[in-house]
């Protein structure tokens, strides 16, 4: 049985790699996974890896009834797709527009960390160096 996009993009996620799709009949990347391209229709797409570089396009501070403030971040990727995420490393209310950022893989830790699989964030890019 064949692998739905999630699964293959979170298979990605769990080896630490950002993947994206990529559409050579649109010539331009493809995100959020998904079986069909949005802007050709076609069903080839291939899989790339991102080198995981982009750009903080809007953010804004969460600041929950319970837990410490965070920030909620949107991430424009070097290869030409945008993902919601967050920025670790900084305060929340550090992190800016134009600001360069690099992909890490969030692996949850505790209790629950079995059941929540990995997920994508950033950190500052000069930071990560």
Known sequence: MEQSPLAIYQSYL??????YQ?????GRA???PRLVCPFTGSTALEWRLS????TVHAT????????EPYNVALIDCDEGF???????????????????V??????PSGD??????????????EAAA
């Open 82 to 100: 945008r993902l919601m995420s967050r920025v670790e490393d900084i305060a929340p209310e550090a992190v800016r527009i134009g600001m360069r």
């Open 102 to 107: 690099r992909f890490r893989a969030h692996r």
């Open 60 to 67: 804004t501070v969460t600041h929950p009834q319970q837990g």
């Open 22 to 26: 990529w559409s050579p009949e649109a």
């Open 51 to 54: 080198t995981g570089l982009g």
């Open 112 to 125: 629950k960390a079995g059941d929540e699989p990995a997920y994508p964030v950033f950190v500052p890019a």
């Open 30 to 32: 493809v995100f959020y």
């Open 14 to 19: 769990d080896k630490g790699e950002l993947a």
